[in-house]
């Protein structure tokens, strides 16, 4: 592969993020819209939300790694369609946990959730689990489903985009 600058592309997964490049990712996965400051950042790793858990640090603080930018990318999606993110702590830990194993086959995953609990599903393979979730004794309940492997898309996108200039 090559790198940001043409030659060898380094993948999003393989690099770390600083604070300022994740804001810039979100934004622009927010398209602007969302007011996302360094402070917000701060916020949530002081509350355990989302933690830089990077290996490298830049001015002091601890880098994001790959897991940390789709998780808060996944948060700021929850958070524009109205669900309360401080609801999510359980299911930040089941998606970072997963994270690698989605990284290399994202195309067929959907992510649901009641607002409560979340699922990882295979469209294909686990079609009667998706559809138990949808329609089992919980029917009903509203329940949100996104594509995870569009969002992994979506940030790989955004970071070839915004900061390959920079590297």
């Not at 030659?7 to 934004?27: C, F, G, M």
């Not at 830990?93 to 609990?117: E, F, S, V």
Request: proline letters at 3%; one cysteine or more; hydrophobic letters at 40%.
């Amino acid at each position: 592969m090559e790198n940001m600058s043409g030659n060898n592309k380094i993948k999003p997964i393989d690099r770390e993020y600083t604070a300022k490049e994740v804001q810039a990712v979100l934004r622009a996965l927010t398209g602007d819209t969302e007011k996302i400051g360094l402070a917000l950042l701060n916020y949530y790793a002081r509350t355990d939300l989302v933690c830089a858990t990077g290996r490298s640090q830049h001015r002091g603080r601890k880098k994001y790694c790959y897991a940390d930018v789709v998780l808060l990318s996944w948060l700021f999606r929850m958070k524009r369609e109205g669900l309360p993110v401080n609801r999510f702590r359980r299911g930040i830990a089941y998606l970072r946990k997963r994270l690698p194993k989605l990284y290399n086959n994202p195309k067929d995953m959907i992510m649901l959730t009641d607002g409560k609990h979340l699922f990882i599903k295979h469209r294909v393979d686990d079609k009667n689990a998706i559809a138990e979730v949808l329609t089992g004794p919980r029917a009903g309940q509203y329940v949100w489903a996104y594509s995870i492997g569009s969002l992994i898309e979506e940030v790989d996108r955004v970071i070839y985009k915004k900061l390959a200039k920079a590297a």
